[in-house]
Every structure is written in C-alpha cells, then in structure tokens.
C-alpha cells in the first residue's frame, strides 16, 4: 500500500513539475480544484481519501487519508454531471497508455506543443501535462485565458471545452481537441470533435472513431470500450471494476447510450436521462443540439417530468436574452425530430447549470421521478 498525494498548486509549471516528480517516484496523486470554496474543497478530499497535501510549503500530512495500492498512479473525481461524483483509480499503465495513444493519433513532422488552459483536476485537463511527461511533448504555460494568442508563441496544439472554443479563436492551433459537452453542428477543420471520460482516461475516440488499440461497441444500445487506457476501479469499491455483460467481462460499460456503425460510433447521452414521451424516446442531447441553432437561443437544456397522458413531458429550459419565440422552439423540434419531440413547456432561466468542463448537471434541473 502507499500514500496518495494531494496536490494543491494553480495551472503552471510548479503543478508541472510537481506531477512529473511524483511520476518519476512512482507516488500516488490527485489533483486539487483552486477555484473551489473551503467546504468544497473539505468535500473533495474526503471523497479522494488523500492521505498528503503537497503545496509551495513541502508536504504534509492528512488526517482521515486512505491508502492506495501500489499500482495505482491516479485518483481523480468524475465530473458529477449526472450525480455525486466517484473517485476513479487509475494505474501508471492506464495513464501511460492514454499519453501515448493521443500522441501518437496526432503525430506531425514536428513534436508537439501543448497549450495547457483545462483544469488539472479533470482528466481532460491532466492529460495534456501528461502527454509532456510520457507522450514526447512539450508544454507552453501561459494565462489560460488567453488562448488566442499561443499560437504566436509556438502552441500548436491546445485541448478545449465547449464554451472556451465560443471564445476564442483557434485558427492558429494545428489541433484543437474538443471534449466535456456534445460538440456544436459545426466545426473548423482544426478541431476534433473527442468522446470519453474520467474512466477511459481522457478522449478515445475522435471525430467517431476509436484510437488505435481502442474498441467500442454497442451491447443493448450502450456503449462499451475495451481499452489499455481504462481505470482499475473506484475508490473504496466492492469489486475492482464494473464489467460489461456476460462474455464482455474485460469491457467496461460507460453508461452512455449509442450505435457503433462500421467502426463510426455515435453517442446519444446518459441512459439513465432519455426521455419516453408518448412511447417515443427523445435523447436530451439530441434535442438540445436542435434547439441550440433556433435564432435567440443563448444556450438550452432539455429535461422532463411525470405526465399522466404522455407518461412524461418534454421541458425546455432556455437562456434567451433576446426573447427566443417558443413557436419557433416547438417548430425547429418538430422538424428536425418528430412532433413527439416539440417540449410540451419552455422554461426561460437565466442560466444553465453545468459542470466546470460544460456538461449540463442535469441532476440540477426540474426534478425526473
């Protein structure tokens, strides 16, 4: 058994650095969120069950830590979009693996130069420090506000959420990959359009189709993948990892519904969130994706509730600043969809609650019995 180390610096070299001495010994970490308050941030590390705080200071001990096993390199909380968050294990194997594995996707002429502006306490963020460390890359710190300008100074590649890529302009990055929420319709040549999460060890599948040494198929409309990249398993779990359905023991099954269509996989959304409406499913994302491109729509989620007539009714909430027409919302649904589709009632809020990579907390919406 061994420690797990708390790691507690802001997004720079000193965290850089730190990661890679930890790597190099072999010493367990997790990533610590700055933005957070002080019970939160209590919260998370009961939840990660350090056992160490290293920050500008040195180290110190914690009290109420946990021990990991030896080969385990990770622990890191999911994201929380759909529930409380779970701490996932992963081994310096898996990690490697992803590093590699993503490099070796975007090989060029010339090494790559990372842009790092994600938090590094989700694994979209860590795993672009740790493509420095393992994947023959290098790194270009600097204010990860401002995004537009690394190009300038020799980025070449930068990993994005949805609502920084809204932000900035990225023409200058050779590669720009786009995880956290659904992609928007359309995207620039330069970006990859990434599938994955916290338990696959970042992005494993771009633009639909899986990395090498990735594979992904469909088993009762969910979604599964077999992949060096995968987590040993959640902290404090019973048994070492969910597995898929008989015969797909070494399969993890992630939760997310789909198709896999002559190697193009195709995600729909959460399992536990689709929508039976009149007999008609109807996926959130799906529908949101639709309602996005109405005219005056700033951003949309979309949810539901117990209905006696149509066993649940389709609710949009929508930010509209400039006053979206809920006929043309009804509309645009029934068009793109199917008349099932149109939501029985449009909400207007004043924002979306979503998680710090752009996930809609859809736990945090009207409540779905």
């Known amino acids: 058994m061994a420690s797990l180390i708390a790691l507690d610096f802001a997004l720079g070299p000193d965290l850089e650095y730190a990661l890679r001495d930890c790597a190099e010994g072999g010493r367990a970490v997790c990533v610590l969120d700055q933005r957070v ?8 590390l009961a939840a990660l069950g350090a056992t160490h705080l290293r920050d500008r200071f040195g180290v110190s001990a914690l009290e109420g830590g946990r021990e990991v096993d030896d080969e385990v390199g990770l622990v ?3 994201s929380g979009s759909s529930g409380a968050p779970k701490a996932v294990e992963h081994t310096w194997s898996s990690l490697q693996a992803s590093a590699r594995i993503t490099q070796e996707s975007l090989v060029r002429a010339t090494q790559p130069v990372w842009y790092p502006c994600l938090p590094a306490n989700h694994i979209g963020g860590l795993a672009v420090i740790l493509r420095a460390i393992w994947g023959g890359a290098r790194l270009l710190w600097g204010d990860p506000e401002d995004i537009s300008s690394a190009p300038r100074h020799g980025a070449t590649h930068v990993a994005l959420v949805r609502a920084q890529l809204a932000r900035h302009d ?3 990055f050779d590669a720009v990959l786009l995880g956290g929420a659904r992609p928007p319709g359309e995207l620039a040549e330069n970006v990859i359009a990434t599938w994955g999460m ?9 633009n639909g189709r899986p990395l090498r040494d990735v594979e992904v198929r469909a088993v009762d409309g969910q979604i599964c993948v077999r992949s060096p990249t995968l987590f040993r398993s959640y902290r404090d779990a019973a048994r070492p990892r969910i597995t898929g359905p ?13 198709e896999v269509n002559d190697g193009l996989v195709r995600v729909r959304g959460r399992l536990g969130y689709v929508i039976n409406t009149g007999g008609e499913k109807v996926w959130p994302e799906d529908l949101e994706a639709v309602l ?9 989620a979309v949810t539901a509730e117990d209905d006696p007539e149509w066993g649940q009714r389709i609710i949009a909430l929508v930010v509209s600043p400039q006053g979206a027409r809920d006929d043309e919302i009804r509309r645009v649904a ?15 809020v004043d924002e979306i609650p979503r998680t710090t990579n752009g996930k809609v907390r859809r736990g945090a919406l009207a409540p779905r019995p």
């Open 37 to 44: 308050s002080a019970a939160r941030r209590a919260e998370d």
């Open 76 to 78: 890191m909380l999911t």
């Open 170 to 172: 990225v023409r200058g």
């Open 198 to 206: 916290t338990e696959t060890g970042s992005g494993v599948v771009y």
């Open 246 to 258: 008989d015969g797909l023991d070494d399969w993890f099954p992630t939760g997310d519904a789909g």
């Open 292 to 300: 996005a491109t109405v005219d005056g729509v700033r951003d949309v």
């Open 334 to 348: 029934e068009e793109r969809i199917g008349p099932w589709a149109k939501p029985k009632e449009v909400r207007y």
